[in-house]
């Protein structure tokens, strides 16, 4: 049971991300080297994980933030393993 004023933030926050992901979409088909392929792709996790949280806030659920920490643990080793590979070809040594 929200107010008004959560809802219409709530609102905003959804087309803001939206809006930031698909931009980003458009980086990752568009960008002109792999280092800005990967950073569209770190950004875009980033963005999901704020559109979990704004959906745990809006339906009250406490799961989706334990969902929100795990897509970013999970975003963060990816990101790592990407860059790794391209400085070094290889990620396990």
């Not at 406490?62 to 969902?67: D, M, N, P, W, Y």
């Amino acid at each position: 049971m929200t107010g008004p004023v959560i809802t219409w933030a709530l609102g905003f926050g959804f087309a803001a991300l939206g809006l930031a992901l698909a931009l980003n979409l458009w980086r990752l088909f568009k960008g002109p080297g792999v280092a800005d392929r990967i950073l569209a792709l770190d950004t875009m996790v980033i963005n999901a994980i704020g559109i979990i949280v704004l959906a745990g806030i809006a339906n009250g659920e406490g799961t989706s933030f334990e969902a929100a920490m795990l897509l970013a643990m999970v975003g963060f080793v990816g990101t790592v393993a990407y860059c790794k590979f391209l400085l070094r070809g290889d990620i396990i040594e």
